[in-house]
């Protein structure tokens, strides 16, 4: 009786797995190819994609193609394989971080081939054949990408200095209507358009980074905002690290705020003007790095 009791349980635990993946409401199925070839990477990029009740993938190793389907007013196919690729494996929409993809065991890593290839210094290639018979037209698209790129990321960039600027005024509704354009700016970056450094740490840091201006933009206490835009600037920061810069950008510390744990910014000047304190100590800290043209 105990075994069958045993049994009978498991059963009804894998019936309410089961229903929890199909009471899945306002259900929406898309398919898309992700990169993996073993069963323990199906078994990865499955438990990465699926969220009770929310969204389940079920992916296939011979055809390398995966079933989406999720709640479409509660997440989104990008949220999905965002999530996949944060657990190493490449998809049409994401490429995974390189550290992570390389934390994966050598037996479960895959063949890159959505990864672009650096070409070596010695490949043989006559340079002045591959220069003659280079498609000029190839080289403008890429310059024209790139500063997309710039453009992308500036508007980001722009945009938190804006609420740099005007926490330094100690001016909280000023302060909440430029984070409502960093939320604008973030959700209008392109990140297939992205550098591949840029694209690993956008991957890493843009879901902070949008909480993190959701908060700042809903809120019209200058202290609150002051303790989220320390945890932006740490993304900021990061971002700005791997990103060209048109002019230096200065990482300056502030060693004061926080109960004298003190807390960091990004600043286009290399003059002090605290954010955290404003007026009240307005050249309170120091530069502690310059972030060069690239």
């Known amino acids: 009786m105990k075994s069958i009791s045993k049994i009978l349980m498991v059963i009804t635990v894998l019936l309410s797995a089961v ?38 993938v ?4 011979d055809t390398k193609i995966a079933t989406l389907t ?28 390189d550290d992570l993809y390389s934390k994966l065991p050598a037996s479960y890593q895959y063949e890159r081939t ?23 037209s190839e ?19 722009d945009n938190y200095f804006s609420i740099k600027d005007a926490l330094v005024k100690t001016d909280a509704n ?13 959700n209008a970056v392109d990140m297939n358009k992205l550098a591949m450094e840029e694209h690993t740490v956008w991957m890493k840091v843009m879901k902070d980074l ?27 920061y990061e971002l700005t690290k791997v990103s060209k810069q048109d002019t230096p950008i200065y990482y300056q510390h502030c060693p004061m705020f926080n109960n004298g744990k003190g807390a960091n910014w ?5 003059v002090v003007k605290n954010p955290y304190f404003g007026s009240k100590m307005l050249t309170c800290g120091s530069t502690v790095e310059t972030i060069g043209n690239k």
């Open 19 to 56: 229903n929890g993946f199909a009471q899945i409401k306002n259900s929406k199925t898309e398919t898309v190819k992700i990169y993996g070839d073993c069963d323990i990477c199906k078994t990865n990029i499955e438990k990465a994609g699926n969220v009770n009740k929310v969204a389940k």
């Open 58 to 61: 079920e992916w296939i190793k």
């Open 70 to 97: 999720y709640d479409s007013k509660k997440t989104n196919r990008d949220e999905i394989l965002k999530r996949i690729a944060l657990a190493g494996y490449d998809n049409e929409q994401f490429l995974a971080p």
């Open 114 to 136: 959505l990864k672009p290839i650096t070409k070596s210094k010695d490949a043989g290639m006559d340079m002045k054949n591959e220069h003659e018979n280079h498609d000029h």
């Open 139 to 157: 080289m403008v698209q890429a310059n024209t990408a790139t500063t997309q790129n710039i453009s992308q990321l500036n508007a980001v960039f």
């Open 174 to 186: 000023l302060a909440s209507l430029q984070a409502t354009k960093l939320v604008a700016a973030i």
């Open 210 to 236: 949008m909480s993190n201006a959701e908060n700042i933009s809903k809120s019209k206490d200058a202290s609150k905002q002051r303790e989220t835009f320390a945890l932006l600037s740490k993304n900021i």
């Open 266 to 270: 990004l600043s286009k000047e290399n």
